[in-house]
Nanobody, 119 residues
Framework: QVQLVDSGGGLVQAGGSLKLSCAAS????????MGWFRQAPGKEREFVAI????????DYADSVKGRFTISRDNANNMVYLQMSRLKPEDTAVYYC????????????WGKGTLVTVSS
């Protein structure tokens, strides 16, 4: 079992940056691919980014490619999402996810952190 706590959301102006964090407890994170998903108001949850177990491979949704960077620190059981050049359409609740892929989320979820981008 893995417990995930995501944090770092907030209100930012368009063009700004935020860094989300995901802290894990329980089983070590190195067992799992780790990802970020998001859900905007009135929309379904969607894939944002994923990183392999040892961090040698990443994948991103086309909508965030070149603006967002996912990283991990297995020694400290942390996963990060650096978000730059934010757009109003990035406004959503962002969820840390463990054990899945870009197309199929894993079983482990954080409770979410709200990112609001103002125009």
């Amino acid at each position: 079992q893995v417990q995930l706590v995501d944090s770092g959301g907030g209100l930012v102006q368009a063009g700004g940056s935020l860094k989300l964090s995901c802290a894990a407890s329980g089983r070590t994170l190195s067992y799992y691919n780790m990802g970020w998903f998001r859900q905007a108001p009135g929309k379904e949850r969607e894939f944002v980014a994923i990183i392999s177990r040892i961090g040698d491979s990443t994948d991103y949704a086309d909508s965030v490619k070149g603006r967002f960077t996912i990283s991990r620190d297995n020694a400290n059981n942390m996963v990060y999402l650096q978000m730059s050049r934010l757009k109003p359409e990035d406004t959503a609740v962002y969820y840390c996810n463990g054990g899945g892929s870009a197309t199929i989320p894993g079983h482990y979820w954080g409770k979410g952190t709200l990112v609001t981008v103002s125009s």
